[in-house]
């Protein structure tokens, strides 16, 4: 979701947010359950599982597993 619409939904139900909303969001990937997409909308470099994901940019990663 970008953040225009966030705002939106966040005024027509009366839920009130920080000014900036959550930058980076992880999203199941919905062909591949082994995969997740990692948007990152903030104004700078973040890192997701080892992964530095660009600003303003998204990668689709590989969800760890966790060997029992």
Known sequence: MNEKLIRLACAKTKITTF???????????????????VFNYG??????????????????MAIPVKPR
Request: proline share 11%.
């Open 43 to 60: 104004n700078e470099a973040r890192e997701w599982n080892g992964t530095t994901v660009p600003a303003k940019d998204f990668r689709c």
């Open 19 to 37: 000014d900036t909303p959550a930058d980076l969001i992880v999203t199941p990937h919905l062909s591949d359950p082994s995969k997740c997409w």
